[in-house]
């Protein structure tokens, strides 16, 4: 049986999560970087979507426990939006960026109460809030359906961002490590 192949255009990024300055890795399973047409900003490549979504997982946990739980001063964090001042400051900083970050917060908050459905698939908590981050991140339906439509992958990458891995590690390193 052969690997699942990505669609076009897919660099196992769900999250347009940037890269580091200089290039270095800020998460496992990362190879590489490409500047967004558009935004100018650089994005990480990842090795495979598992560990695309790990990177979210780890990204969400962290802002979740900074700001005590509040998932959408977490995910204005997460847009831009930094770490300071009113949710209101927030938003318009987090607007360089997004067209109407105030509404993504809003959808992602909906999606950790009561979960998102794709694909049939019923996420909840934090895996809804990566589902939903998913759905705003990704316009495509053939790109939504590469990370979310099979929910053992949202599930595996839950549980290999439960560990701290050193970035250099690949997704069959993490497996490895996690499964001996």
């Not at 739980?69 to 009113?86: F, K, M």
């Not at 839950?158 to 560990?163: D, R, S, T, V, Y």
């Amino acid at each position: 049986m052969t690997a699942a192949q990505p669609p076009a255009g897919i660099r196992n990024n769900p999250g347009n999560i940037t890269a580091q300055a200089g290039g270095k890795p800020r998460y496992a399973g990362e190879i590489g970087s490409w500047v967004g047409p558009t935004s100018g900003l650089t994005y990480a490549i990842f090795d495979s979507r598992e560990m695309g979504l790990r990177a979210m997982f780890r990204e969400f946990t962290t802002k979740l426990q900074r700001h005590k739980g509040d998932v959408e001063l977490a995910i204005l964090e997460y847009l831009g939006g930094g770490r300071e001042g009113t949710k209101e400051d927030r938003i318009k900083r987090a607007s360089n960026a997004n067209d109407d970050p105030g509404a993504y917060a809003r959808r992602a908050q909906e999606a950790y109460d009561n979960g998102v459905t794709y694909g049939g698939n019923l996420y909840t908590g934090l895996q809804g809030l990566v589902a939903r981050a998913v759905l705003e991140e990704n316009l495509k339906p053939e790109h939504r359906d590469w990370y979310l439509k099979d929910p053992t992958i949202i599930a595996e990458a839950e549980k290999l961002a439960e560990i701290d891995v050193p970035t250099h590690y690949s997704l069959d390193s993490t497996r490895t490590l996690i499964n001996g």
